[in-house]
């Protein structure tokens, strides 16, 4: 899958976040206003990352299943500004942010694919579509693994406890000490990465237009009631809306509280 993602070297402009909050870092750690807002502008790098890492898997899982639409436009690619949506990147969440919204989310510009041009159905459609949620939870594995090192790594050389924990809006706690700055990026970007990786594939798996598994229920399910549910479809956003206000979808809350409660388990006996 990998071989069909175009301008590998994009990857470097998803590293400018970083580097930009280990050089501010020392001048807000004492501010915890300011340390949040450095938090905030972090988070949402690795959020629009994992959202751009599941379209590129959606069109590189097309492609191999004969749907080459997404490579020839040029949509495979890891430079953010191709997957910017206006919309669904910018307006839909600012406005759910201004007017205080119970929740605020967006999307990015999704990769365009031809199920016509699928060799086999409904495998190739159903793998295309579980290629999104599948490539966050390869995000979140490698995220919990590089944790858990450079855990090991600042217990070996700071050697000063860390309280670790999984709630993304609270800052970890460093003590004083050499390379503080990269330290907390480091922890931050990976804690981010573990947890919104988990969130969007658990999210996206979820039976419900426009979600990835509604395409899956969808090509697995007879003619008639694949029609019926193409109806429903058009109003998928605003059904979407609705349930996201309503907390329709709050199931997927039980699932990821389990697996947090085990990552955290995890988490202090691997480094206390």
Known sequence: MLKQIQNKKALLMWLIVPALAILIHPYVKANAEHLKWLSTALMLSVLFFSV???????????AIGGDTTALNAGRLSFNPIRHVSVVGSIIVPLALYLFKFSVVFGWAKPVPFNPVNL???????????????????VLAYLGFTLFLIIGFLFNLFVQTPINYHWDIFTPLNFPDGPYLAVWFVLFQVL???????????????????????FWVLKALLPGKVA??????????????????????????????????????????????
Not at 191 to 204: D, K
Not at 236 to 262: C, E, M, Q, W
């Open 52 to 62: 751009v890492v599941h379209e590129l898997a959606h069109g590189a899982a097309a």
């Open 119 to 137: 060799r086999r159905h409904p495998r190739d459609q159903v793998f295309l579509t579980l290629a999104g949620p599948l490539s966050n939870f």
């Open 191 to 213: 804690r981010f990465s573990i947890v919104i990786n988990i969130g969007l594939g658990l999210f996206n798996l979820i039976p419900f237009p426009p979600l990835d598994g």
């Open 227 to 272: 029609a019926f549910l193409g109806k429903i479809q058009i109003y998928g956003i605003i059904l979407l809306f609705v349930a996201l206000h309503f907390k329709l979808l709050s199931v997927i809350l039980y699932p990821f509280v389990t697996i947090f409660g085990l990552l955290q388990m995890f988490t202090q006996a691997c480094l206390g």
